[in-house]
């Protein structure tokens, strides 16, 4: 029996990705007639050695728009091939035989991302034993004064155990209390109850939780956090996406020596603790159980007392949306010639291809030979200095104009938006808010189905424009209707009604940052809920 | 120009699934010169006629018909079979057809080699014997294309989408709702659990080599698919397709089901499913024959098979190219089907001598190959399935990496980070 091998390389859409290719046979290097250089060849017909057992097959892409891809096949001696387990979803083969001859064509399925969930899990390992935290009070801190921080204390305290072992697994979080979302005020105060038995157990068992990687020199994002509910591959339809812009980092971190400087700056991104942590795990998860320490800032139960760890996957699922959440590990932006924190997602149709990629790998992961060609309803959710990167696309005709805006994105988030800003070339305060509504109404004025949800702790005037009803007085959570859909929700809960739903007096508010964060740790659970996938 | 778009038929009065009306809308949004059916429906000599009687035939000619499993179209083949009381076409009567020459092709002013017919219905791609004979009796146009899955066209606001559905069939006595009656016996939940079990041993008997998870992920994907599926038209839905048999001559109805030839809801599938998921209508084919008939009325005069089928839809736009959704069939005989995209200059993709270069072009090693196993017997059939795996179109360019944006400017409401060092005392 002849057996041939002839390999080729595509994309999710089935266009050719130029490779070159190389070979062995039970571990002896083969070579194709058509051999560019010794044991390369970019289209190789390989006549495989009598007997052979395990063909070996590397694609290495020309360019670095993919990752390269090595698969092993078993091969049968009627000339049939196997290919490895883990690489089943990443090559297709077709053959046609004859009586004494068989040819096979082994099409690897390239793409431009790759799972790099160990590797993060392998930073959560290695915290930086000093920070460069600031002295002078300048952003950004370059050289700062080295002190020492105990980050596995630090973690042990927020999440119990640290650091994760093995896997970015999502854990049941029988401590957390979630947004009663039917009846979210009561007496003044928040109405939380305790997490549902379905959330008590680990979510992994429902969810692939994974970090991919997206290929490219200087890639920004490069890392990304994404939970896949299961269910997807059992239907293989477009996948509906919860795309989570965190803060950013430079405007945040920039003091205490996160990110950048020190003994961080020989780990540049995103390759250190921080990024893994701070820039995903963190997104994910939520902390607890809360520990028994007397000198708790906030006393409260999760995810009230540490909010900065906001359970995004926990909320969909506490919302009922069957939905892909995806979170852009942003780059800090150190000097101004640096390229944006979120890079190439400041483009809105680059985002939708890079949506349909990602789609792609992870179906491909499920084995689902032919994934969808498009992606199904999104939601951006936007948290603090975050909702300038919406604003940012909203704002921009030609953005919303473009398909990923006008035809796929339904539904837009903002959590706790900033109302103003400083100038700093002329030290004026400048007003953002007011902004911010009229591009996503402008948006919204698209299609009578889009959605605006935005969540704050100020009074703003402008929010009046979202709502047809006239808005009460804080607390509130009001709404407005299209097509007997709720198209609009504005929601405004005061400092006060924080301070009092966790039991403190009002001489002794919580602080800014805490109500803050806690918009994002909580009130995403309401907007998901409002059926907008 | 316009494509040109005939709908076979229109849908019964109070039909929950508006196939007809619906494709009407879709094609006509899409720009499409639309033919309505006729009074009685349309048959291939009245579309035949149609092309005939104009004077520039576009190349895409569309055919929108409710279909079955079983290749067959709601079309009979002639105006002559139709006023005899024929309401479909078979591979059977494309066969006659052909054989007594009883329908003149429409001839090359109004069909070429550059001539597409896309049919746009249910399953009739899964056979290839019966594009075949379609295409003969259109005067082998340059290709045809039909489905392989079930065909629908759904309503999402106001937009018209075309999609298909993943579908499992399965042979059942009696029909799944006897009568008026608003649920099988025995009700809904009892019908999907047996449902589901007998499709997971049927569609499950296809051993998947290295599945991860196991036959599990097949009956969950048909718990998932049946959970809330019923008669009516919906995002998952069951349906029936009933073949009723008649006596011939002096036959009993008992002779002639019994007399009933085996035939299938598909060509056999060569290619072994990757995963469960997989595992449907498109990698499984039902068989039936006499042995399937029971008795459709108490007095025995007439009988019947009846196939049950859950269907699923897919929520995605339709690809019209050869893959699991839809079947190409070319009049060219060449080895090679696919037309081959232009080459890319440069280093990416332009192999010389090897297999298959970047572009999916066929070099000369494959083609020596592929000539070395035609000589050995290969089938020709194999040959051109492989080809059509091949990678098609241009060498894909990359993401965007340059993105000029700011993203915004510095925060001043203060510092996002909650700083360990500040907590306070209880």
Redesign the interface.
């Known amino acids: 029996m002849k057996i041939?091998l002839?390999?080729?390389?595509?994309?999710w859409?089935?266009?050719?990705?130029?490779?070159y290719f190389t070979a062995t046979a039970d571990s002896f290097e083969m070579l194709?007639?058509?051999?560019?250089e010794w044991g390369k060849?970019?289209?190789?017909?390989y006549e495989l050695p009598p007997k052979t057992k395990e063909v070996t097959v590397t694609a290495t892409p020309?360019?670095?728009?993919?990752w390269p891809r090595t698969i092993s096949f078993s091969v049968s001696d009627s000339g049939s091939f196997?290919p490895d387990?883990e690489s089943?979803?990443f090559v297709?083969l077709?053959?046609?035989?004859?009586?004494?001859?068989q040819?096979t064509?082994a099409?690897f399925k390239m793409s431009?991302f790759q799972d790099s969930t160990k590797r993060a899990v392998k930073l959560l390992q290695d915290p930086p034993k000093t920070r460069s935290i600031s002295v002078g009070g300048k952003?950004p801190v370059i050289k700062g004064k080295p002190d020492g921080v105990d980050e596995l204390k630090?973690h042990q305290?927020r999440y119990g155990t640290w650091p994760p072992t093995a896997e970015w697994r999502l854990d049941g979080v029988p401590h957390v209390d979630f947004l009663d979302v039917g009846n979210p005020l009561t007496s003044g105060a928040l109405n939380f109850a305790p997490a549902p038995p379905s959330l008590r157990t680990p979510l992994d068992v429902n969810v692939d939780s994974v970090v991919l990687e997206?290929a490219?020199n200087?890639?920004v994002p490069r890392f990304f956090a994404v939970t896949w509910p299961r269910?997807l591959?059992?239907?293989?339809?477009?996948a509906p996406f919860l795309i989570y812009i965190r803060?950013?980092n430079?405007?945040?971190?920039a003091?205490?020596g996160?990110f950048v400087g020190g003994e961080l700056d020989s780990k540049p991104y995103p390759e250190n603790f921080d990024y893994a942590d701070v820039g995903m795990f963190e997104s994910l998860h939520y902390a607890g159980p809360t520990p028994d320490?007397?000198?708790?800032?906030v006393?409260a139960r999760s995810p009230l007392w540490?909010?900065?760890a906001k359970g995004v996957p926990y909320q969909a699922a506490k919302a009922g949306a069957n939905v892909v959440c995806v979170f852009p590990c942003n780059k800090f932006?150190l000097f101004e010639k640096d390229?944006?924190?979120?890079?190439?997602?400041?483009?809105p149709?680059?985002t939708e291809?890079?949506l349909l990629?990602l789609q792609a790998f992870m179906f491909w992961k499920?084995?689902?030979?032919?994934p969808?060609?498009?992606i199904?309803k999104t939601a951006i959710a936007a948290f603090?200095?975050g909702t300038?990167?919406l604003?940012?696309w909203l704002k921009d005709e030609a953005k919303r104009k473009g398909h990923f805006l006008s035809k796929v994105v339904r539904a837009v988030y903002f959590l706790e938006p900033?109302?103003?800003?400083?100038?700093?070339p002329t030290g004026k305060?400048?007003q953002v808010l007011d902004t911010f509504v009229d591009s996503a109404l402008r948006w919204a004025n698209q299609d009578p189905?889009k959605r605006i949800r935005l969540y704050m702790q100020f009074k703003w005037d402008s929010l009046q424009r979202l709502i047809d009803t006239t808005l009460p007085a804080p607390p509130y959570f009001a709404g407005s209707s299209v097509n007997n859909r709720t198209n609009r929700t504005v929601s405004v809960v005061t400092n006060a009604t924080w301070t009092k739903t966790v039991g403190r007096p009002a001489s002794n508010p919580l602080?800014?940052?805490?109500v803050?964060?806690a918009f994002a740790a909580t009130m995403l659970t309401h907007a998901l809920a409002q059926g907008d996938f | 120009m316009a494509d040109l778009t005939f709908l076979m038929n229109v849908d019964p009065p109070g039909d929950s699934n508006p196939f007809y009306s619906l494709a009407k809308q879709f094609f006509v949004a899409a720009g499409s010169d639309v033919v309505d059916a006729p009074a009685g429906g349309q048959t291939l000599e009245g579309v035949f006629n149609d092309l005939t009687s104009r004077t520039n035939v576009p190349a895409t000619i569309n055919l929108v018909s409710r279909a079955s499993g079983f290749a067959s179209m709601e079309c009979p083949v002639t105006l002559a079979s139709q006023a005899a009381g024929r309401r479909t076409m078979t591979v059977d009567d494309l066969q006659d057809a052909l054989a007594a020459k009883s329908l003149a092709p429409p001839g090359p002013a109004a069909v070429t080699d550059k001539t597409r017919i896309v049919i746009y219905g249910c399953d009739v791609g899964r056979s290839e014997s019966f594009l075949r004979m379609l295409s003969g009796l259109f005067g082998d146009p340059g290709e045809v294309l039909a489905p392989r899955r079930l065909g629908v066209f759904t309503l999402d606001g106001t937009t018209v989408n075309y999609r298909q559905a993943q579908t499992w069939s399965l042979v059942r006595q009696p029909p799944l709702i006897l009568d008026s009656a608003a649920a099988p016996a025995g009700g809904w939940p009892n019908y999907r659990t047996t449902f589901v079990d007998d499709a997971s041993l049927k569609f499950g008997r296809v051993a998947i080599p290295d599945e991860p998870v196991g036959t599990d992920r097949l009956k969950d994907m048909l718990t998932n698919a049946a959970a809330n599926a019923t008669t009516t038209f919906g995002p998952t839905f069951f349906f029936e397709e009933g073949i009723q048999i008649f006596p011939q001559g002096p036959q009993s109805a008992a002779e002639a089901a019994a007399s009933l030839a085996s035939r299938s809801n598909g060509d056999p599938v060569t290619a072994l499913a990757k995963s469960a998921l997989d595992l449907d209508d498109t990698t499984v084919v039902t068989a039936i024959s006499g042995t399937d008939a029971y008795a459709a009325n108490p007095e025995k005069t007439q009988f019947a098979i009846t196939v049950a089928i859950l269907a699923q839809i897919i929520d995605q736009d339709v690809l019209i190219a050869e893959g699991q959704g839809y079947r190409r069939l070319t009049a060219s005989k060449g080895l090679a089907p696919s037309p081959g995209p232009k080459p890319v200059g440069g280093g990416a993709g332009s192999g010389g001598g090897g297999g298959v270069s970047g572009t999916g072009a066929v070099s000369a090693a494959l083609q020596a190959v592929i000539e070395e196993l035609l000589a050995d017997g290969a089938a020709q059939a194999d040959i051109d399935a492989l080809l059509a795996s091949l990678p098609q179109g241009d060498a894909t360019e990359g993401l965007a990496t340059e993105v000029p944006e700011p993203d915004g400017p510095w925060a001043t409401e203060g510092s996002d980070y909650s700083d360990p060092a500040l907590e306070e005392p209880a």
């Open positions: 041939f002839t390999v080729t390389a595509s994309d859409r089935d266009t050719p990705v130029p490779c194709s007639p058509s051999n560019d060849s970019k289209a190789p017909v020309i360019g670095d728009t993919y196997t387990s089943k979803g297709g077709a053959s046609a035989p004859s009586p004494q001859k040819l064509n099409k431009q952003k630090f305290d997206l490219g200087n890639q269910a591959y059992l239907n293989p339809a477009p803060q950013f430079r405007d945040n971190y003091e205490n996160i320490s007397p000198r708790l800032r006393r540490f909010p900065n932006k390229p944006p924190e979120f890079g190439v997602l400041n483009d149709e680059a291809a890079i990629e499920g084995l689902v030979d032919s969808p060609t498009s199904g603090s200095s300038f990167f604003g940012n900033m109302r103003a800003y400083q100038d700093k305060m400048v189905d602080p800014w940052d805490i803050h964060h």
